[in-house]
């Protein structure tokens, strides 16, 4: 799994802006103890695994 962040950022080697992201081994997602945020602040996390497995954790309008 991969999430991408809604915020963005530079780089040292490259050119541009960058969305932050960061992956999550399946294995380690699925187990018990695991936790993966879909609220802040009371307000729902816009995303969907439909787009090649990737979660989008932008704020929902």
Known sequence: MI???ADVGTRNDM???F???RSLPLHKAM???TI???E???SLLCGTAKDMGIMRSKRCT
């Open 3 to 5: 999430f991408i962040g």
């Open 15 to 17: 050119d541009g802006l």
């Open 36 to 38: 993966i945020a879909y």
């Open 31 to 33: 187990h018990p103890d």
């Open 40 to 42: 802040y602040n009371d």
């Open 19 to 21: 969305h932050y992201a």
